[in-house]
């Protein structure tokens, strides 16, 4: 059974940049075509999801954000970090990373159990 | 982008009783690609329901999804202790975006 684990630190300054990493036990990101997203949920409030990275490489952004965010992975040691560049306070939340199956690539069938990032100087 | 929804915020109801979530989409939803999800506190999402109607693996028959286009249901048959929780509608028809929640409470 797959399992995932976000790390990384949980105070970032403003305008600084928020790198989270997810490392994935009981199963490969580069083979059986599973998509690997960060997803986020800000202080007792709704989902947003970030981007992924499909087992091709292959990645994809949430268009709100894109400006300021990069996606990519370490395959030897089968990660997959989060990279948010010049947050701000509203970027303060919980950091989910989840794995979709390759029946459904939107649907997040195994989650991380989440970190809190708080930005604030 | 395709805007989620979901009424009532709180549902307050007894263990036994049928909840009835609603889950409405500013916009048609491709192929009814919606899914549901159930979040405790501390918890990360459970994902409950795919394609609008499909179980995930290990979830009861006691949740069922339903609608197509762009109004969909989430209906618990029968409220169990552990039901009561936050549940969250998801489209992943273009981009993906979740719904504002519904909170089922302990009456």
């Known amino acids: 059974q797959v399992q995932l684990q976000e790390s990384g630190p949980g105070l970032v300054k403003p305008l600084q940049t928020l790198s989270l990493t997810c490392t994935v036990s009981?199963?490969?990101?580069?083979?059986?075509?599973?998509?690997w997203s960060w997803i986020r949920q800000h202080p007792g409030k709704g989902l947003e999801w970030i981007g992924y990275i499909y087992y091709s490489g292959l990645i994809d952004y949430n268009p709100s954000l894109k400006s300021r965010v990069t996606v990519s992975r370490q395959t030897s040691r089968n990660q997959f970090s989060l990279k948010l560049n010049s947050v701000t306070a509203a970027d303060t939340a919980v950091y989910y990373c989840?794995?979709?199956?390759?029946?459904?690539?939107?649907?997040?069938?195994?989650w991380g159990q989440g970190t809190l990032v708080t930005v604030s100087s | 982008e395709v805007v989620l929804t979901q009424s009532p915020d709180n549902l307050s109801l007894s263990p036994g009783e049928r909840a009835t979530l609603s889950c409405r989409a500013s916009?048609?939803?491709?192929?009814?690609?919606l899914a549901w999800y159930q979040q405790k506190p501390g918890q990360a999402p459970r994902l409950l329901i795919h394609?609008?109607?499909s179980r995930a693996t290990g979830i009861p028959d006691r949740f069922s999804g339903s609608g197509s286009g762009t109004d969909f249901t989430l209906t618990i048959s029968r409220l169990e202790p552990e039901d009561f929780a936050l549940y969250y509608c998801?489209?992943?028809?273009?981009?993906?975006?979740f719904g504002g929640g519904t909170k089922v409470e302990i009456k």
């Open positions: 009981g199963g490969s990101i580069t083979s059986g075509g599973y998509y």
């Open positions: 394609g609008a109607s």
């Open positions: 998801q489209q992943y028809g273009s981009s993906f975006t």
């Open positions: 989840a794995r979709s199956p390759p029946y459904s690539y939107g649907v997040f069938d195994s």
């Open positions: 916009q048609s939803v491709t192929s009814n690609w």
